[in-house]
């Protein structure tokens, strides 16, 4: 079954660039999804089809795929941005969603 | 805008069914060009996608391997909504449940397949 790998955790400091990736076999041939999620909520997209951003979501917030990785970057960090953020695939081959494992950002 | 409501019980005994009901509001199941979706999370399992329901013409159904002999996705085009059943549970299947929609297609036959649209969530306890 298709996988896709975050670190489990990143750190940054307010206004720093913060950076997270999801890597999985030839992610770059298919469409990457981010969704960030703060305790107790549900997730809400923030990148979708690698690089879209859905209206409401601050421009700090981009996406890249390409190789086997997507990175969702978040330029000028804010404290508000602490959550967990999840990529999200779409595998044809098998017809089913693949989520990473999560990668908490803490914003120090 | 599209709004999703979660309802059903937050405890279910082992080897029941567990049933949630999603309905949808500002969208139509019916929808030729959305997904119906359930996902669940759990410290052990992080965010699992269980099923879906779509329309194209007629309805459809995908599930994940995980609980495919288990689960069942209907749509409900009376009341607008759909539901998830899930038999013989476990305490494996303690979770927090989400539905959601997904907006599904193809851009130079790349698939993409975007949730943007999500539930509040229900916490089911598997317990006696």
């Known amino acids: 079954s298709y996988e896709l790998t975050q670190p489990p955790s990143v750190s940054v400091s307010p206004g720093q660039t913060a950076s997270i990736t999801c890597s999985g076999d030839?992610?770059?041939?298919?469409?990457a999804c981010w969704y960030q999620q703060r305790p107790g909520q549900s997730p809400v997209v923030v990148i979708y089809q690698d690089d879209k951003r859905p209206s409401g979501i601050p421009e700090r917030f981009s996406g890249s795929n390409s190789g086997n990785t997507a990175t969702l970057t978040i330029s000028g960090t804010q404290a508000m941005d602490e959550a967990d953020y999840y990529c999200?695939?779409?595998?044809?081959?098998?017809?089913?969603?693949?989520f990473g494992g999560g990668t908490k950002l803490t914003v120090l | 805008q599209v709004q999703l409501q979660q309802s059903g019980p937050g405890l279910v005994k082992p080897s029941q069914t567990l049933s949630l009901t999603c309905a949808i509001s500002g969208d139509s199941v019916s929808s030729n060009s959305a997904a119906w979706n359930w996902i669940r999370q759990s410290p052990s399992r992080g965010l699992e996608w269980l099923g879906r329901t779509y329309y194209r013409s007629k309805w459809y159904n995908d599930y994940a391997v995980s609980v495919k002999s288990r689960i069942t996705i209907n749509p409900d085009t009376s009341k607008n909504q759909f539901s998830l059943h899930l038999d013989s549970v476990t305490p494996e299947d303690t979770a927090v449940y989400y539905c959601?929609?997904?907006?599904?297609?193809?851009?130079?036959?790349?698939?993409?397949?975007?949730?943007?649209?999500w539930g509040q969530g229900t916490t089911v306890t598997v317990s006696s």
């Open positions: 959601a929609r997904a907006k599904w297609g193809s851009w130079d036959a790349t698939a993409y397949y975007d949730m943007d649209v």
């Open positions: 030839k992610l770059g041939d298919k469409y």
């Open positions: 999200q695939a779409w595998d044809s081959s098998t017809v089913h969603v693949v």
